[in-house]
């Protein structure tokens, strides 16, 4: 059974620092997804990684996919309070979801 | 635009009762899904469909039942609602392996 675990759970930080969320998974995968969540809103793709070695940014983030170790990681450059949400991981397969980095981005 | 729509964004009813939550997408999705969020656990799979009126369990498919009888249209059932079932569920539908798109969700309260 595919299983997506995410780490850190939540996350304080403070405006202008760097930090990384990594997304790690039990059974092999092409294919990785990233996506934002508002209080309150829905859910919405930020990422999609299709291979090996892929790297995508977008503003302040910057996610990238590494199959052989399972392993995905979004990274936060100089944090803003907008970048403050929940983020969460997703796996191809079924679309088995990690459980959510809820990240707060303090001035 | 890709627009996935459900039918109520909150619903509140009572233990024992049968309740339809209904999604809607406009852009020929083939793949449509079923998820409940909760606080710490992040999104659990419900069921998934692949094709008209086929479906597939998820993680957590006890106490629910699904409806896929036109490409548009996925629809979640609790036969008999438990107090357990209070939760956000949201849908969402993509086209092969690509990205899904959600919906707005639906607040279900169960009392």
């Known amino acids: 059974e595919l299983k997506v675990e995410q780490n850190p759970l939540f996350l304080s930080m403070q405006e202008g620092k760097n930090y990384t969320i990594y997304c790690n998974y039990s059974?092999?995968?092409?294919?990785l997804y990233w996506y934002r969540q508002d209080p309150g809103k829905s859910l919405e793709s930020l990422f999609v990684?299709?291979?090996?070695?892929a790297v995508k940014q977008e503003g302040r983030l910057m996610a990238s996919l590494d199959t052989k170790a399972r392993l995905s990681t979004l990274h936060i450059t100089a944090a803003v309070h907008d970048l403050s949400a929940t983020y969460f991981c997703a796996v191809r397969g079924d679309m088995r979801f990690g459980a959510g980095t809820r990240l707060t981005v303090k001035p | 635009d890709v627009k996935v729509t459900q039918s109520s964004r909150y619903l509140v009813k009572r233990t024992g009762e049968k309740v339809f939550l209904e999604c809607v997408q406009d852009m020929d999705h083939e793949n449509m899904f079923w998820y409940r969020q909760d606080p710490g656990l992040g999104l659990r799979l419900i069921y998934f469909?692949?094709?008209?009126?086929?479906?597939e369990k998820g993680d957590i498919p006890e106490g629910y039942s699904v409806s896929r009888e036109k490409k548009e249209r996925f629809s979640l059932i609790l036969e008999s609602a438990s107090t357990n079932q209070t939760s956000m569920y949201l849908c969402?539908?993509?086209?092969?392996?690509?990205?899904?798109?959600f919906g707005p969700g639906t607040r279900l309260t169960v009392t």
């Open positions: 990684l299709l291979s090996n070695g």
């Open positions: 059974t092999t995968s092409d294919r």
């Open positions: 969402a539908s993509s086209w092969d392996t690509y990205e899904q798109y």
């Open positions: 469909s692949y094709d008209v009126k086929m479906k």
